[in-house]
């Protein structure tokens, strides 16, 4: 199978007043598993079908490999689709699902049969070949609905909302097999989440997407750990944004607070902390000073929201059996451990 | 449809499908067919309404006219009161009937299923007749009754009669679509409304039924429109102060050229356009059942035993009465002579005979002429449903409301603007004068019926979610490939329900094809009826030719039926449409 | 299905081309009068078939009005010579030399062809009442003879005919009676039995097949009707009141027939001796304009030729007849099918205030009552206005003639009637009521 970037550059779309789509440019390398991530209304999914060449048509070049395919109609695009429902075709049998891509190509019927078994056998379903999709489980329709598109073998495969229909378990023993699969093809992949955990666990790069804008585009440590700015920080994953500013290499917050930097950013007036970098101890210790005005049991953690001068932190204990940790209402002293946090322009 | 076309795209506008032009070229043959076949020929006759009889000139004269004279507006009165009746009355034959099939397990829902139909395909000349003879002033129940209790009721006399035989032939209208919503409602809602204390009745009429209320007003603004516009139950009950039949008097009376015949037809025209249109404000933004997907209905529950006896009670009564037109043609058909009796004198197959032997080429013609109408109507009411509800055609709504606007048109209207339109275009082929031509009834049935065929194509598509099309798209298979192979295919319940109502319908219609037979080896059925029924010996063979329409219609729907089951069975709980 | 369709237009494609000899008539017959017709004309002339569009005489008028810019009909066969007459005047008949023996020039003093040769009569038919022999046994009535019996209180309700604007024949019944008892006693005379009236009916079938169903225990009827009702096996028998005209039912060959060779050789099979057997055939039963074909008649059948037949029998003018056509037939709807309800209330008051004053002496209601009875047979219009051209004109509008000087409009003259009506009858009821309350 060929293997073909995809190259996206000054998309634009707006329906009426709206700006679904104001401008995207990105690059997504041959053979890379990426995702697009962000809420609904984001945009995300408009970028996808776009990319299939659904919806209203937007201006801008879409191009695979060299060919820009921005013109053309959905079926001379071979980009191959998943739908969030499959959009399995309940009046044919699992193999006619699965054949009907290649029957449009006009192939020959032995080659058809060989490389629709061949799909099948990649999914593990060929022994379902002749069910009809209604006698199938929602797991099994998902594997379906892969066969089906991979089998067209497609230059790109674009997963929209793929495992959103599935129960938790199942979701995560899909995803492993997803990006299993998307290994051994080497199939250039875009997929479409609003859940960060699955972006972080499967893609190689993402995109984080708001407002029809891309907020941040790299690899999920990469955005993990340097947000490029509030609503990356804080979709990806629990931030506090304490607002201030840089000083003799801290960060004085407006609440008064003094925290050391490891490299000093001048300019920088917010700094993201997670929760798992602040700890919590008894008052009158160094550090912080709040109160406890809820918590949380996590299981593996204790979760506090804490008020402080600089509004409220949240903060995550690692629990371990017999402890109890502080009560709601104690006054607490938070330290941080401000080093290598993030600093926001 | 052309997938070799590479188009510009036009930028900044917002077009769902901008690539399309193939759909845009059918969304134009079919305009310029419904222009050539219903718009034109409509307004050619209209258009003389708005005339100066002796000078030809453009005049507002003849409104003046019609408003001031008084049988007119009397008349219009009628009309309405009639509608407005059998609407009333068709509800309360309808309410319960669709009641029971929804809200509980009930092993007579087949029956009440097949109720919905069996009153349409009823001939409209012979139901007439043969309700008259069951019910008439001297019909025999009212017979029976002067017998042993020495007192009649007047079932049939003047607009009751009317009313009566309007609302047992239309009431199915109501039921179909009142079922229909009431099948689609979420049965959450139901469930949300126990939770929070009511039940019973009372929950029927403050949740249950205004939820169903578009599919009722749909089905009731079709029953008020089509007795409003029907013509041959007066005449039939020689009830001549309404409006459609004050039309048909005027234009078709020896001589006259009396333009207050277009007037009228102009009114009914106007009225009914009205009508639906006011029927379609009010159910804009309530459209609440096809919001919920799925949800599998209210949920149903088993009677107890009483209750079972009065269901059972209701729905056999009903059904007695629905079928007395066909119990009554039964006994014209197999009777000799029946005059002034409960019963005929005796029995005779000889009418049956007859009519094999005579009448053949009636039923061959009914057959090629509805089988043809209803696959143009299905093809064409696929084809406007996929414009409609997928593509971003420009004034593509206004395909919709052309096809819809021919409930508004009374068949004799259509019938007299053919004859004006075509009549001297000469065909090729030899096929002789365009206006004579067997070929024009089928477009005349296929106009009438289009829009049941449009209803049911668009109920079908709208349940086939877009990203199935996406899909097939998305894995190489152009615009039109996709339509073949997977809209139409998942649309089959939907077209054949389509395919079915048209075809059962213009089996048995007459106003339009009365006026274009042009000589009787053309004629179908409903005329061979009609024809048969004018002389004294022709009765027993009409009634007899009526029955054989029955079947015809009945076979064919049940079959339909069938496949329809066969075809829902198969994919059950289909995926794609979320539950 | 595209199967079925595609042989059945090939069959009929060469069926067109290959029916060069198709003789099209446009007719108000029955099928079980012209399927024997077509059957014994086929069969006696194998080169033409007879090819049968059924309309009823009005519809049939309008269609060959309609359709004359491109005329497809070779014949119009129906009853009313009043229909022929309209044609006539458009210029939509041909003047054709029509070979027929042994048809005399008249039966019962009316004119059997048109003098200008465009139309035929073919067969006589006279108009009588048809009864229900069962209907008027179960309701213990006498049987109608003459048209004034049916104007008896004892009918009321036992009686329907057809409206004259429906039917070419129910309009020769009428306008028999006007010209026979004059303009102002024949109306009122209608307005008499129409009070007794149960139903008007839209269909001139629709008499026959009430008084056959029992529906209804007289109706007012073309003789054949009648006749082939009771060869059907019907309890019915007809009656020819005293008072009737016999009229020829005619065939004539259309302007411009495209096959007008063909047109004149089944007028030509019509006429002639096996031709006019063919009326006597059981479904049929008309009178031959043949004598001679009375030979084989079935006993009973009437013969129009022989003195004793309808010895009141009038000579129909059918030159007065086609003056007042639509206004005859506009004035029965406008006064009677229309206003059915009303006026059947102010007979049946005039009925019921003559009982109760039966016997009686009292002047002053006698008086009410006349008043009454003036009140309903008040006519709207004269005789004289009736023949008036530029009134007459109102109801024969027609773009063709735009110079015919009329006065006022259809609808404005028949809503003056409506209204006239309306008030006279409700004012009879009245004083009718007031009548019959009196001791």
Known sequence: MEKSGIRIEDLHLSFGETTVLAGINMEILPGEFFAFLGPSGSGKSTLLRAIAGFGPAPRGRILIGDRDIADLPPWKRNVGMVFQSYALWPHLSVRQNVAFGLEERRLPKREIDSKVDAALELVGLLQLADRMPAQLSGGQQQRVALARTIAIEPQVLLLDEPLSNLDAALRVQMRRELLALQRKLGLTTIFVTHDQEEANTTSDRMAVLDGGVIQQIGTPQELYDTPANGFVAGFLGTANVLKGQVSDGHFLTIGGNRLPLACPRTGADRIVLRPQNVTLGPAGGEG??????????LGSSIRYLVDTADGQIIVDTLHSAGQTGQETGATVSLRVDSLNAPLLV | MSDSFQPTRPSGRFTLFPRLSGVALTGLLIAIFLMAFLILPVMQVIYVAFLDARTGALTLQNFQDFFNTNLFRESFVNSFYVSAMSVVFATIIALPLAYITTRFTFAGAAVIQSLGFIPLIMPPFVGAVAMTLL?????????????????????????????????????????INLSASLRNIDRSMEEAAQNLGSSGLRMFRRIVFPLAMPGYLAGAALVFIKVFDDLGTPLLLNVNNMLAPQAYLRITGVGINDPMGYVISFILVAFSVFALWVSLLFMRGKDYATVQKGGGGLAKRDLSQREKVLAWGVILFILALVLSPHFGLLLLAFGTIWSFSPLPDGFTLQHFGTVFTQSSQYIWNTIIYAGSAAVIDVILGTAIAYIVLRSGLIGRKWLDYMATAALAVPGVVLGIGYLRMFHGVELPFGLGQMSSFWGLIIVALAVRRLPYALRACMAALQQVALSLEEAAESLGATKSSTIRRIVVPLMTGGILAGFVTSFATAAVELSATIMLVGRSSDAPLAYGIYLFMQSPSGRGAGAALGILAVVIVALGTYLSQRIIEKDRNRRAAAPGTDH | MRKILLTTALTLIAGAASA??????????????????????????????????SRNTNASVSYLQETRGANTTDLFWASAPDAFEVLKAEGLLA??????????????????????????????????IMYNTRYVEANNLPIA???????????????????????????????????????????????????NMST???????????????????GIVIDFFGLASKASGFPVELVYPSLTAIVPANIGVIENAPNAEGAKAFVEYVLSPEGQ????????????????????????????????????????????????????NALFDVMITYRMDDLRAAVAAVQQAEAAQEGKDNAEAKALIAEARALVEALPITEAEASDPSFAGVFQISRDKPDVEVVGRQAEVEQAWDAFAVANYAKAKELADQAAAMN
Do not use: C
């Open chain 3, 200 to 218: 008007v009916t839209e269909r001139s079938f629709g008499v026959p097949d009430a008084v056959n169903s029992g529906s209804t225990g007289f």
């Open chain 3, 145 to 195: 003879k003459e048209w004034e019996d049916l104007m008896r209180p004892e009918y009321n309700g036992h009686v329907a005919m057809s409206s004259p604007s429906r039917s070419g024949t129910t309009h020769l019944t009428v306008e028999t009676v006007l010209q026979g008892d004059g303009w102002d006693a024949g109306w009122a005379k209608w307005k008499w039995i129409s009070g």
């Open chain 3, 277 to 328: 057997q063919v009326l006597l055939n059981p479904a049929i039963m008309r009178l031959p304009v043949n004598p001679a074909a009375y030979e084989t008649a079935p006993e009973g059948f009437p013969n129009p030729f022989t003195p004793e037949f309808a010895p009141g029998a009038i000579a129909f003018d059918v030159d007065l007849s086609g003056s007042r056509y639509t206004l005859v």
């Open chain 3, 20 to 53: 060069a000899d198709k003789v099209v008539v446009v007719t108000s017959f029955p099928k079980d009068l012209t399927d024997p017709f077509k059957a014994a004309f086929e069969a006696a002339n194998p080169a033409y078939e007879l090819e049968v569009v």
């Open chain 2, 135 to 175: 019910f008439g002033r001297n019909g025999s129940l009212n017979l029976l009754l002067d017998q042993y209790f020495g007192f009649k009721i007047p079932f049939m006399e003047g607009l009751n009669g009317v009313i009566f035989v309007q609302s047992l032939h239309y009431f199915p209208f109501i039921l």
């Open chain 3, 95 to 128: 003047a054709v030399d029509v070979a027929a023996e042994g048809i005399p020039d008249s039966v019962g003093g009316y004119p059997i062809n048109d003098p200008a040769g465009m139309y035929f009569g073919f067969a006589a038919s006279g108009y009588g």
């Open chain 1, 288 to 297: 912080i000073v709040g109160t406890v005005s809820h918590r949380e049991f």
